[in-house]
């Protein structure tokens, strides 16, 4: 049996993929942010060593977000390496990724999470656009989505434009002005919870909501786009046809599925 510990901006996804299963199944969920340039270290060895004890497997992979370089790889294997008992493997959230979804093949993706990224895969080499981090800007991401909706709270509020039915529902959140700039910098708000708020917004035809997410949705096939012209002729070539095929200009739901799509971390 191995087990897959995928750890994000918002939380930890543990998958577990026994003998003669196809594909990993996500068996648990733990909330909170391990994104290991978080400054949480501590608290994100301490609930992997837990995992580990709690789901036993002859190989545990485990990616995390923010791992860059090797010596962060080191320090985690090291702090998990008896709990693991047996095999062990640190790696990125990135390379996870491309571990789940495309083993021994070549693929490419866009991870819209908490951040987001763009990447292909190609003879195992990584090409990469975006995924900065959430200070640096994360294209796309429910980070993104959730800062532009609360500047554009802050100015709703300050007179610029009226939107009845954003300010209705951001006010489920944030009482008044002061009640958004306190709880963002004095109780760290977690600003990608109002993603999922944006996008419902944008169903019911919100002028603002709609406007945040052409916006980042434009940002998005600009990074795609950005990432197919770094592939080899060849492979540049097949690909532009089936992002063409998938009509991803037509419709900001290509991008930003409905709350029934699917959305990986």
Not at 11 to 17: C, E, V
Not at 96 to 117: N, P, R
Not at 196 to 220: F, N
Request: glycine share 8%; charged share 25%; proline share 2%.
């Amino acid at each position: 049996m191995q087990l897959y510990l995928d750890g994000g901006g918002s939380s930890l996804k543990i998958f577990q993929k026994k003998h003669g299963d196809d594909a990993p199944v996500l068996i648990s969920r733990r909330e909170g942010n391990f994104n290991f340039q978080s400054g949480c270290r501590e608290s994100i060895l301490i609930a992997l060593a837990d995992a580990c004890r709690r789901f036993p497997a002859e190989k545990i992979t485990i990616g995390l977000a923010g791992i860059i370089q090797s010596e962060e790889k080191l320090t985690v294997y090291n702090a998990l390496r008896h709990d693991a008992k047996k095999e062990l493997i640190v790696m990125s959230d990135l390379e996870l990724a491309f571990e789940l979804y495309f083993e021994q093949q070549d693929g490419m993706m866009a991870i819209l999470g908490t951040g987001s990224i763009f990447a292909a895969k190609l003879d195992d080499h990584i090409i990469k656009v975006g995924g900065y981090g959430k200070l640096l800007g994360d294209s796309g991401s429910g980070i993104a989505i959730g800062r532009k909706a609360a500047r554009e709270y802050l100015k709703l509020l300050d007179g610029f434009f009226e939107d009845d039915l954003f300010q209705r529902f951001m006010q489920m959140t944030f009482e008044n002005r002061e009640s958004v700039i306190d709880q963002i910098y004095s109780k760290s708000f977690p600003l990608q919870s109002l993603a999922p708020l944006v996008l419902q917004l944008a169903e019911r035809k919100s002028q603002t909501a709609c406007r945040i997410l052409k916006k980042e949705s434009r940002k998005v096939a600009n990074a795609v786009q950005l990432l197919i012209s770094k592939l080899p002729n060849k492979k540049k070539a097949a690909t532009e046809t089936l992002w063409r095929a998938c009509g991803t200009f037509k419709s900001i739901s290509h991008i930003y599925p409905q709350r029934t799509g699917r959305a990986q971390n």
